[in-house]
């Protein structure tokens, strides 16, 4: 039996467990089969009971976004990656940043780091974008206003007071483009602050970018 025509058609997402049992159902052990496609590099193992297809069968897999939305869910990418995507910061995001609503994690795997933070309902559920990155890959991640408000709201020891200093954090501290920030738009945030944490930085943060 061919294993790499069985997955084809689902290695484009992370693969469950159950859906891999299902395609070796005709096989009397297929634990065992998972367990040579594990160590034969077939397959990948990103958390228990959830896989990416391996090197070795040469077929597309998931975008660490996608491979972020399905390791911790509900989640989406956000943070640091997330700006990173919408080139609102010079630096590239080696882990990559999410944002869910179960509690706080840091996965260490084979395809990279992905860490989770955790936000209440419903200011988690404001500004997500679902990227169609392939007519198979639709991921998950914060529209550029969400993920700038996650940072502020994520950080710790960042309290917005002034105009003087929410500037120095956005251009000194996280060097962003002020032609880019002044392309936000400040209206769907204020409409995210009344069910928001760090309600006043995240007011100083509006306030900020409509004068710059």
Known sequence: MDFR?????????????HLILELLSEYQRPNDKIS???????????????????PKLDLTTPEPFLIANHLRGPS???L?????????????AYEISSVTIKTS?????TVGRFSYQQLKTPYYSYGIKNIAYSPKQTMLVASP?????DKVVLTSKIYL???????????????MDSEILKTLDTKVM???IKKAPKKSSLKMLIKTLIEL
């Open 161 to 175: 007071r002034s105009i003087k200093q929410t500037r120095e954090f956005l251009l000194e501290d996280l060097r």
């Open 145 to 149: 206003e969400k993920a700038l408000c």
């Open 76 to 78: 989406y990418v956000s």
């Open 105 to 109: 994690k840091l996965y260490k795997t």
């Open 5 to 17: 025509k069985m997955v084809k058609e689902y290695a484009e997402a992370p693969i469950s467990r």
């Open 80 to 92: 640091e990656s997330a700006l990173s995507y919408w080139n609102m910061i010079p630096e590239r």
């Open 36 to 54: 040579e496609l594990l160590k034969s590099k077939e397959l990948i193992s990103i958390r228990r009971g959830l896989y990416i297809t391996g």
């Open 190 to 192: 204020k409409s995210w």
